[in-house]
C-alpha cells in the first residue's frame, strides 16, 4: 500500500476473529507475548472499556508542546528560545527520507502493510519470546504513537502513570486505537505526527531537535548513518545516548541492527550499510539554552527579560500569569520582537565609554521609536546574570542598611528590571525631565509658550509642606523651591523656562494649571506611579492638587517610562506604550495582533507641537516658533547629533540621579544615572557621564538617516 494511502480492510476485531476460527490460540498468543507479568491487571477493565468507545478526539488532535523562538528585529537574528520540551515540528517533507526509513526498519518493517496492528509481528514476537532472550514487544509505529500521545496528553502524574502502565488493557486498547486512527490519517501523516514527537534525549524532543542537538544539522539533511543512531535511540533515550559511557557502546550497537535492517529490507545498499557504519557517533551534543539567562549576546538579557514579563502581563495568553507562561513554553511561537540588534550595540558600547559594570553607579538607557511605541534597545552597566550565592561576585549593597545586614548589591551581575520597572523595581526620581507635564498642561489650559513669570530665587507658593522642610519658606507650612542656583532668577517664558530648568518658574506654572491637571498629563503619557507613596497621591485627586514639586520630578519613574513620555511629542500627542514585539506568529502560521501598537491620543497634536519646539532649548538646537534665548543644560546634543533634537536634563536633590532624555522624528533615548541599590544615595551623579552616552547613541542611530524636521502647530 502506498505510503500516503489510508489504510482500509477489515478492523482489528474482525481479524482476530479470523484468526481465532484458523487456530483458536490468538487470545492466548496475545497473553503470552504481550502480558506475561501483567495478564491479571488491576488496571485491565478501564482501559478496555475504554477502547470500546471510539477513538477518543485527543488522540488525533493532540499538539505535542513545542520551542517559542524569539528573534530580533530583523527577523532573522535568534534571541532566546523558551520551551517546557525543546521540540519543534516540521512537515515530514523537510524530514530526509534516510530518517523516514531507518525509523520504519527499527521500529517496524510492516508499517506499510498493517492497518495499525500487526498480527504477523505479535505471533512472530510470541515464538521469539518463547526462545527466550530480549523480549519482543510487537507495537507497531502507530500503536507506539498511540502510548506517546496518552502519556503526553495526561493531565496529571498519576494518569501519566496509568498511560504507560504494561497491561493487557492498555495494549488491547491502544490497538483498537490504532486501527481507528489509521482509518483517519495517512501513513505519511503517522510517520510525521511520531518523528515529531518522538522523545530522543538530551532534551531533544521530535526530530528537528534531536537533527539540531546530535548533528547540528536539519533533518533534512540527515545522512543515513546519523539518521540509523536517532532511530535506534527512540527504543530507549537513556540508556542508549551515546554520550554517556554505559550508552554509548550500546548505542553503537543498536545503530547496527537499524543499519543491517535497512540493507535486508533494501532501503540501502551494502556499500551504503558500510559507510553508515563508519560515520562517527557523536559523543558531546549541542547545549540548547532556555530563556534569558540563555541569549546569545549578554547585552540582549535586559530586553529579553523585558519581552517575557510584558508577555506574562498579557491577558490574550491566558488568564493568569501561570498560563501566560505555559503558552510561551509550549505553543511554538515565531516572535519577532522590536529590538534593534545595531542600537543595542551602540547603546552599550557607549555607556562603557562612561561607566564599567563595576561601578554601584547604574547608567541606564532606554530607546524607543516615536510612534510605534516599539522598544528599540535597552542597556546597561551591569551583566544580565545570577550572582551565585556559593561564588558570589556581586559586592555588598551600598544602601548601609542592607549592607548591615551582608546583603550584596545588583552589581555587577542582576536580572532585576532596573531600566524597564517592575518586579519590586520602582524606578527613579528623574528630577526637572517632569516639567514637561506642567508645560503640557498649560498648554492644554490654554496658556501660551509666551507666558511669562518673573522667577526669584526662591518660588513662594500655597502648596502645604512641613514646617521643618528646607524647601519651606521660612517661618510657614508653605512650600518655598529654590533653583540651582541664584543667578537663575529672572523673567521667563516657557522657552527659557525650560532651556535654563527653572524650578521657581515652574513651580508657579504648576500652581496656576493645578498640580493636579499636571499630575494627570503624566499619567496619560505613560507614567506609571509604581511607588505605593506616589501611586496614593497620584490616585487622590486632593492629595494631587497639593503635590508641589511633581513638577521638580520627585516622582519614581524609569527610563523606558521616559523615552514613551517623550516620544509622545515626536508623534503629534500620541502616546503608545511600550511594546516589545513587532510580530508574532502561531505554530499553525497564524498572525497575533497582540504587542501591535497601542496608541491613544494623550494630547491634541498643537499642544505637542508647541511643547516639542519648546523641548528644543535645553538640548542647543533652536526653536520654530520663539526664541530659546541662548538657553540650554545639554546644548552639546544637537551638534552631537546633526539632526533636530529635544529634550530635557534633569536632576534630583543633592544630585542623586542625573538624566536625559533626547529625541528626533526616528528614537527618543532617555538615559538615567542613579544608583538602583540605593537610590537615595549620598553619592552625586553627574551628566558628565550620562549625557554623552544619550546624545552619541541617538547619534548613532541617526547616522546616515535623513534630517527632518518637527511639525509646528497648525501645519501639515
Not at 173 to 193: G, H, N, V
Not at 235 to 241: E, F, M, T, V
Not at 355 to 384: I, K, W, Y
Amino acid at each position: 500500500m502506498h505510503a500516503g494511502m489510508r489504510s482500509s480492510g477489515r478492523g482489528f476485531a474482525g481479524r482476530a476473529g479470523a484468526l481465532i476460527l484458523c487456530g483458536g490460540l490468538v487470545g492466548l498468543l496475545l497473553a503470552a507475548v504481550l502480558f506475561p507479568l501483567a495478564a491479571m491487571s488491576p488496571r485491565l477493565a478501564s482501559p478496555v472499556d475504554e477502547a470500546g468507545k471510539g477513538l477518543p478526539g485527543y488522540v488525533l488532535t493532540f499538539r505535542a508542546p513545542q520551542a517559542s523562538r524569539i528573534y530580533a528585529a530583523d527577523g532573522t537574528t535568534p534571541v532566546a528560545v523558551f520551551y517546557n520540551q525543546f521540540r519543534t515540528d516540521v512537515p515530514l517533507a523537510d524530514i530526509s527520507q534516510n530518517m523516514r526509513n531507518a525509523i520504519v526498519a527499527a521500529e517496524d518493517r510492516n508499517f506499510y502493510h498493517h492497518h495499525g496492528v500487526d498480527l504477523r509481528g505479535v505471533i512472530r514476537a510470541f515464538v521469539d519470546n518463547g526462545k527466550g532472550g530480549q523480549r519482543q514487544g510487537a507495537s507497531t509505529l502507530t500503536m507506539q504513537y498511540v502510548r506517546m500521545v496518552r502519556v503526553a496528553a495526561a493531565p496529571t502524574p498519576q494518569q501519566v502513570l496509568d498511560a504507560g502502565q504494561d497491561t493487557l488493557g492498555r495494549k488491547v486498547s491502544e490497538m483498537a486505537y490504532a486501527e481507528q486512527l489509521e482509518k483517519q490519517l495517512t501513513k505519511s501523516e503517522i510517520l510525521d505526527r511520531y518523528l515529531n514527537l518522538a522523545p530522543f534525549g538530551n532534551n531533544a524532543y521530535g526530530i528537528d531537535a534531536a537533527s539540531r542537538i546530535y548533528f547540528r544539522t536539519s533533518p533534512k539533511r540527515l545522512t543515513i548513518g546519523a539518521a540509523a543512531l536517532l532511530a535506534a535511540m527512540v527504543k530507549a533515550p537513556s540508556g542508549l545516548d551515546p554520550t554517556t559511557a554505559a550508552g554509548y557502546p550500546q548505542a553503537v550497537q543498536r545503530r547496527r541492527y537499524v543499519v543491517d535492517a535497512m540493507a535486508r529490507t533494501g532501503m540501502i545498499t551494502p556499500a551504503q550499510a558500510s559507510a553508515a557504519l563508519a560515520e562517527p557517533i557523536p559523543r558531546h551534543v549541542a547545549g540548547v539554552g532556555n530563556g534569558c539567562l540563555s541569549v546569545p549576546s549578554n547585552q540582549w538579557g535586559f530586553f529579553c527579560d523585558y519581552f517575557r514579563r510584558w508577555w506574562d502581563s498579557q491577558p490574550a495568553f491566558g488568564a493568569t500569569a501561570f498560563q501566560r507562561e505555559q503558552q510561551l513554553l509550549n505553543g511554538g511561537y515565531r516572535i519577532t520582537t522590536t529590538m534593534d540588534v545595531d542600537a543595542t550595540a551602540s547603546a552599550y558600547r557607549r555607556i562603557r565609554e562612561q561607566v564599567s559594570d563595576h561601578d554601584r553607579e547604574a547608567l541606564m538607557l532606554a530607546a524607543v521609536q516615536p510612534g510605534t511605541g516599539r522598544v528599540l534597545a535597552l542597556a546597561a552597566n551591569r551583566r544580565f546574570a545570577v550572582d551565585d550565592p556559593a561564588h558570589p561576585v556581586n559586592r555588598l549593597s551600598s544602601d548601609p542598611a542592607k549592607r548591615a545586614h551582608g546583603q550584596r548589591g545588583t552589581y555587577p551581575d542582576t536580572v532585576n528590571p532596573i531600566i524597564t520597572g517592575g518586579g519590586g523595581v520602582a524606578g527613579y526620581q528623574a528630577g526637572s525631565t517632569f516639567k514637561l507635564f506642567t508645560m503640557v498642561a498649560a498648554l492644554e489650559a490654554g496658556l501660551p509658550l509666551t507666558t511669562t513669570i518673573v522667577a526669584g530665587t526662591r518660588a513662594r507658593t500655597h502648596y502645604p509642606i512641613d514646617p521643618g522642610d528646607p524647601a519651606a519658606c521660612a517661618g510657614t507650612h508653605f512650600y518655598c523651591p529654590g533653583n540651582a542656583g541664584e543667578s537663575e532668577a529672572g523673567v521667563y517664558d516657557m522657552w527659557s523656562g525650560f532651556g535654563h530648568s527653572v524650578n521657581t518658574y515652574f513651580v508657579p506654572l504648576e500652581e496656576r494649571v493645578g498640580a493636579a491637571n499636571v499630575v494627570a498629563a503624566a499619567r496619560r503619557f505613560g507614567i506609571r506611579f509604581r511607588a505605593p507613596g506616589d501611586a496614593a497621591i497620584a490616585d487622590n485627586p486632593r492629595a494631587a492638587a497639593q503635590w508641589g514639586a511633581f513638577t521638580l520630578g520627585v516622582s519614581a519613574s524609569t527610563p523606558l517610562d521616559l523615552a514613551g513620555a517623550y516620544a509622545t511629542l515626536a508623534a503629534d500627542g500620541r502616546y503608545c506604550a511600550p511594546t516589545p514585539v513587532s510580530r508574532i506568529e502561531t505554530a499553525d502560521g497564524g498572525i497575533l495582533p497582540v504587542g501591535e501598537p497601542a496608541c491613544r491620543q494623550a494630547t491634541t497634536p498643537d499642544v505637542a507641537r508647541a511643547a516639542l519646539d519648546a523641548a528644543r532649548c535645553p538640548v542647543g538646537d533652536t526653536a520654530q516658533l520663539g526664541s530659546c534665548d541662548g538657553s540650554g543644560t545639554a546644548p552639546q546634543a544637537h551638534d552631537a547629533v546633526g539632526h533636530p533634537v529635544f529634550g530635557k536634563t534633569g536632576t534630583t536633590d543633592n544630585q542623586r540621579t542625573a538624566a536625559l532624555i533626547l529625541g528626533t522624528t526616528s528614537i527618543v533615548v532617555a538615559g538615567y544615572l542613579a544608583d538602583p541599590d540605593w537610590p537615595n544615595t549620598t553619592r552625586q551623579m553627574s551628566h558628565t557621564v550620562v549625557n554623552p552616552a544619550v546624545w552619541n547613541t541617538v547619534a548613532d542611530y541617526m547616522s546616515g538617516r535623513p534630517s527632518v524636521q518637527f511639525a509646528t502647530p497648525g501645519s501639515g
